[in-house]
């Protein structure tokens, strides 16, 4: 079967998801695209001999379409949510899953109805290779129970509509997702510090700041959100445990030594550091739409990742100091853990 795709936005990230299903994975095409720029809609279906909507919802209920790829912006991402799971079709939706814990509480609602998990949302950090190997190591449990991890999320630079609560619900949200899965538990406070600002970019941005998170066992997450660092995109993390530590590698980049040093190239952006999680991701959920199971990233992650931002922005936004994270009970409805990553 090739389950046949629609696509919501198309800018960056649609484009590249776009690229990827039609010319690496198997088992999809994408028929059908939308864009609010319909000169880019139609110039992206037309080598693909796609469909173009120029409304999310006809495209959502079009026959041809069997799933959803949701890639506008976050704002946009809940009204397409709700309509595919109201359409009954699985929905791929970038992160995040919306931009507040209450919309996503609206999306659980809806999925819980329909009866079926049906979303899936893009935190590509889990399939990621070398996230994946530190997670091993620390579930072995051979360097003992983890005390504390230091997390850097560092991007060249953002366009200046990139707004001050951004470096927590649009970057720092990655390592929130990941952190989760990583640890395999909840966060209960957030707290953020504020260092000198960089002279490199827009004043109205606290760039870097530094979230500090602490987990229902203790744990301590530092996360350093530095968005104008203009060297390249750089993810670091480094777990301490009770015997030992587990990081990332450098980059995933060959190292070279010659006379002039020795040096390694730096990423210089998301789709180059995390081609390979993205490849994986995707191509789990086109497997996951063939053979009719959720798997991944569900509404449920994409809500516990929310609340915590919640508190996040909270705290960068006010003096809010140390601000406590309150979550629901996790609903039976999602206690199959979705979060196992197939492949
Ligand atoms: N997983 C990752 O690492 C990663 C990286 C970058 C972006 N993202 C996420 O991907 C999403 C898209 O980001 P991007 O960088 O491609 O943004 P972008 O600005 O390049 O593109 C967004 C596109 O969506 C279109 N759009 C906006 N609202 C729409 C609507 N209601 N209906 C149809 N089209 C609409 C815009 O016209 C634009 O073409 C965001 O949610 C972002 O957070 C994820």
């Not at 939706?93 to 931009?99: D, G, H, V």
């Not at 072995?140 to 850097?152: D, K, N, T």
């Not at 004043?203 to 203009?230: A, K, M, T, W, Y």
């Not at 919640?310 to 979550?327: F, H, P, Q, S």
Request: aromatic fraction near 6%; charge should be negative; include cysteine.
């Amino acid at each position: 079967m090739t389950v046949r795709i629609g696509i919501i936005g198309l800018g960056g990230m649609g484009q590249a998801h776009i690229a990827r299903i039609t010319n690496v994975l198997s088992g999809g095409k994408v028929v059908a695209v939308c864009d609010l720029d319909l000169t880019r809609a139609k110039a992206v279906a037309e080598p693909l001999g796609a469909t173009v909507y120029s409304e999310g919802a006809s495209l959502i209920g079009a026959e041809e379409v069997d799933a959803i790829m949701v890639t506008s912006l976050g704002p946009a991402h809940e009204e397409s949510v709700l309509a595919a799971i109201e359409a009954g079709k699985p929905v791929f939706c970038e992160k995040p899953l919306a931009p507040t814990a209450a919309a996503c509480l609206r999306i659980m609602a809806a999925e819980e109805k329909a009866g079926r998990l049906l979303a899936q949302v893009g935190f590509m950090r889990r399939y990621d290779q070398s996230y994946r190997q530190m997670k091993a190591v620390l579930d072995s449990g051979e360097i003992g129970e983890p005390l504390m991890v230091h997390c850097a999320h560092r991007n060249p630079t953002v366009p200046q509509i990139y707004t001050a609560d951004m470096a927590i619900t649009d970057t720092a949200i990655h390592e929130v997702d990941t952190m989760r899965w990583l640890l395999g538990e909840e966060f209960v406070t957030a707290r953020v510090d504020r260092p000198k600002k960089t002279r490199n970019r827009f004043p109205h941005l606290q760039d870097p700041l530094i979230l500090i998170l602490e987990s229902e066992s203790g744990v301590r997450v530092d996360d350093e959100v530095f968005v104008n660092i203009q060297y390249g995109y750089d993810i670091r993390c480094e777990a301490v445990a009770e015997t030992g530590t587990v990081s990332l590698a450098d980059q995933n980049k060959i190292e070279r030594r010659d006379s002039h040093g020795h040096h390694n190239e730096v990423a210089t952006s998301h789709i180059d550091r995390f081609d390979g999680a993205f490849t994986t991701e995707l191509q789990a959920w086109i497997r996951s739409v063939e053979i009719g199971e959720a798997s991944g990233p569900s509404s449920w992650d994409g809500y516990a990742a929310a609340v915590v931002c919640d508190a996040g922005v909270k705290a960068l936004m006010g003096d809010a100091g140390t601000v406590a994270i309150e979550m629901i009970d996790r609903p039976a409805f999602y206690s199959n853990d979705s979060s196992v990553v197939v492949g």
